[in-house]
């Protein structure tokens, strides 16, 4: 399956290069986050249906097999090896740097619970510092969860057990 | 903190101890699961404000700074060891054996998406089984949580940044 | 051997997918529960003699020599990069966070044992929460094991040995 | 707990020493198999209670509140540091070299299954080789169980579920 | 160093909790954003002569000794057990799943280079979502760096060697 | 290398499955273990010379140049994930939990020393339990082996280099 | 893609060694270090446009599409197992060994920052001991990055979100 | 066990600081390698009961409550970050690089075993090479060990079983 | 010893930084590199006899014990963990991703060997860059050590074994 | 790479099978040690213009292309599980066990350095034991490298700096 996903993978990449369009082009013709984008053409999302004839116009040369694939669920993986390129271990190093701090403040402005990764969204902004330089914004938005207090009551599958 | 949360963790279990009371037994007076009173008492959930009377009705000698604490969120946590545990191994080979399988059920039954661990209940119960033996039940019923498309429009803190 | 069962395993979905029946409806035509079935479709289980027949009727598509294979015992194993799936690492995560909780349960309410992952049942199951959404169900139903106290008189193996 | 462990099984071990019996003496006098006794001793297993007084016959300086101790369920555990010891290292050695040879025996013998490490007697015994040299057998006897057929109809809590 | 610096984050941190406020208001009080002041409570990062007077105002009880211990540069380190909290997992989640995309566009958009985890601000923000409902948005804003091309005539310490 | 060990067991176990005999059926005709004689047929161990005829009359169809293949030194090796398996990983818990006390009791039944994993036996032997249900007995029967004492005059090597 | 990387690198390789050239001869050449140029036949940095006229003239056999490739951003890594070759050992020895020292002295020299590997050079030259031996000369050469504090009015993303 | 060990390891390198003797000298006094005199002053080996006079004679300060200690079969270990040290590293290079090589020479000389560590002898030597430099000769002197054929008429304890 | 080590460090720092003096300045006063300095006060290098006078005068408030400690030659090594900090990680990934770069060079220029770590040099400088930004300068000066073909008549160990 | 290395490795093996000599036959031709000369057809060392003729005099299959390659520097690597095989486990075993006991006899007999592993010679020898049985002698004879001090005016790279 992991040989399987890379080769689609290859083949979405090649589709896109031929466009010429960048991840950010397609998200403003798609209404996706560039991330969103990128994932799709990685088989790390699924394209849903009302979306494939945006994808479609978009990328008028992605082949209808492909897309056919891009609909169903995918296997979400990552190569652990993908740490050592510099991009993606800073990312990791203010996560794991930063982590124990925004624990705390997602605790304090909301209480006990967490950022939720699945009903999510993450982009990707250029900008201008105040010393006029180029720099990287990335916005991780996701659902505020909260841990539930596990009553009985409430366990639905549980009051047909007893 | 670790060290903090092993002493508080150790005077909970001995106020239980002395109370004589088992887990499930808790659960009834206070209408929780049994595997939730757990892990109340080993610092793992936080005690919320109206089922704190009914906890300290439960455990009369749970003396009232301990509640305190046990009212704040928790760094949840475990000790990689504990999977040489039997128990503990076992639930983790059924987690890694049958896991793919679980997925892709899930996938069919409800489309993209998981189930919660965060909106989550469990629940350990005890039934015969079709030759008479006792087995045990685990219960693990989480909310099904959809990976949402990621469309600029809906992401909030998007539109603010432009 | 790896890469042969994961032939099988390919096999195996193409012809459940062609025929285009889910899990949950393959187990109720057999008799078997949904996990279950994808352990079979994924060579996790054996396929006892009993049940080829009903499992043969369920998929027409399965040839014979597949059946065969199926009905050998698998070498039962995981990637262990499955755990960086969402859904299976919530698994593995509720396993470690919860594990102590519950074997101490498990220890109040038999003794000193275990829940058997060999006799062994497994489902997942779609309720509706309190809250009218969609929530997912994971039940392990295993023999409860208690740890046997090594007395010499009842190691048959060293009675003959002396 | 770890700590309360390891202090708990240096007072054993300090009451054996000073009685002076070995463990193989003390498994004739309780009729527990040698490899039992050092596992109760180190707190790897629960000192049932009708052993308990043989226990105590045989260890008269043993006192009663770690007795008391010993008849409770242990967190089983071990340092993974133990396989430096060239014993144990060549214990795990033939384990892992032979493992394969040995599921595929018990297979071939029994069907699809495994020998169960928690019904499981284990002992040392010292023999005279064909040579006149001492040599050392480990015993591991366990019982077999067969990997279930997971039926709807025989998974009692499924019953309840629906 | 590490034990000190466990022992000056546990008086810092007390200081906070009988100050009362939360980090994102000493933030507004003292110009930082609040994942700033967190890192500064915790000794991940250095206190700046100029903000000092802003912090003691904001945290009146702060000793002279720990203020002068905050302004020398710290040994940045974490847990590695962090990563079990399910906050932080789901951080490290999506970096990992969602790396490969950000490093695409980050080539797209600037060319081959990094955000910088250096040059960096951090902060969370509380919003609501298109339906209503509470968010977490995190945002990394760090400061574009192109690899540089290692031409001989700009590398200084080269001239000086030969 | 490993490929073509890889290669060569596939080609041994073809021709076993061709003969239909088990591997206990084997070794009755052979005179070995029935542990060995799997380990041969997986390039574990070396098939020796006068052996050679035994194994060729129990397996008639083996060829000669596998023959001589089986009768040069094996690199003895296995794959780490093995230990998945149910089977395997109870063998594997068993040493590592019961290890410090098989280690105790061989100190005091022999001495300073080891059970070789080189003058080694191993069998795997089936018999009824005192309840009359099946048990599998794994027996390790190595030669004692004592930690030398280290002394000069012994050590013909260091003679020769003075 | 890791494929791709180390065929690209086979070919660009072979074109050097057809050559004849050092990598210090077309350092010269091309006015790069010889670090660099190494890396630009490894794939692990971008050849820039002003630079290809160059590396053409001192490798004229390095095909156009070779070249096209080596001006888009690599994904930077490395195999693991390099660690194992003496020569890389060593560097890693020295900088994990020394590597506290370098940090405390930068900090002494340019307050609470580090050496950057972006903004960085690197070359390898020969020199004569004071012994008249030969010696390596490595150096390090990374632009000085403070950690900047974080204020809420240089973080440019941030006003935009209130 | 391990903080025991070293606690009577720190004691006995005090006895040895004190009395001013090297390893080597130890060796000579006692007829030990000079290895194996290190090994027992750190609680590697164990102290022979016809050797304790001499270790006694040759280290008078040793107090009898040490030497009763030292008398006892030791736990051997280590710590695996020994690794760091240069020293210890480049003989684990050396063991690790050569290894192979050395495997196939033993094959070849000998036929199919091993090189054994328990019947093993360890020395330090000090030499001048060719060139007049001094080097360090590290020698082990091990017994030939055959793997064994495993024949059931020469495995006792199966004999006892059947 | 471990803790010793720490413990010791913790000293000689504190002795430094009373003196107010940095590694640099002592360097100046001592004639030695600032990170042989460094090393010193980490218990990482030996102080040689020659030295210890001037050490003494750089470092008045140095007790004689700690320098007689100094001068015994230390357990080299270092805490994993301190790869976490974004300045010692940087060198790391320097050394990985030029690694294979930097050896290549060295077998061009000099054959078939290695950078010394033992016959070392090593500093930090602080320099302009051609922007006129501070930069930090790390050399590594090792002498190269060729791998020796082993010939026999030169391997002076086994002339006298034979 | 590595592939390349395995394959160069199998026609070394093959040519040599095909000659019939053992290492230490073909080393006693060509005057190399056994060890070194089975690194030579593994890859593991360089082959020197003066040795190239015997090497060809003694194994005379050997095509030129490969004598032409085994000239070249090799990238020195070993697979991470030979260590499972039981010839290479014990020499590690060797090696963690004694190592700190052969650190610190090298310390009082040389003073703070190391053996080297580059100048450096390895070989496997048969001896008789005083029991007369065969041993094996490994020995390891290794230049002694002394740490060196860093003397500012010693470093010969940091002069040309200033």
Redesign the interface.
């Known amino acids: 399956m ?1 040989e399987n996903k890379a080769s689609i993978t290859h083949q979405l990449q090649s589709v896109k290069r031929k466009c010429g369009k ?3 082009q397609i ?1 403003k013709e798609t ?6 984008v ?2 799709l053409l ?1 088989r ?3 394209l ?1 249906a009302e ?1 494939a004839p945006k994808l479609r116009a978009a990328l008028p040369d992605l082949p209808e097999d492909l897309i056919a694939e891009m609909m169903t ?58 010393d006029g ?26 009051l ?3």
């Not at 209404?31 to 969103?36: A, E, I, P």
């Not at 203010?94 to 402005?109: D, L, P, R, T």
Request: proline share 5%; aromatic share 10%.
């Open positions: 992991a960048s991840y950010s998200a209404g996706l986050t560039n991330v969103y990128a994932q990685r790390q999302a699924q849903k979306t669920p995918p296997l979400r993986s990552y190569d652990p090896q993908l740490i050592q390129d510099p991009t993606i271990y800073r990312l990791n190093e203010a996560v794991m740097h930063f982590g124990e701090s925004i624990k705390e403040i997602i605790n304090e402005e909301y209480g006990d619970g967490i950022m939720s990764a699945i009903d999510f969204y993450c982009s990707v902004d250029k900008v201008k510092g105040v330089k180029d720099r990287v914004v990335l916005t991780f938005d996701g659902k505020y969860l909260p841990h539930t207090e596990q009553k009985s009551e409430h366990m639905v599958s549980r047909n057990l007893g």
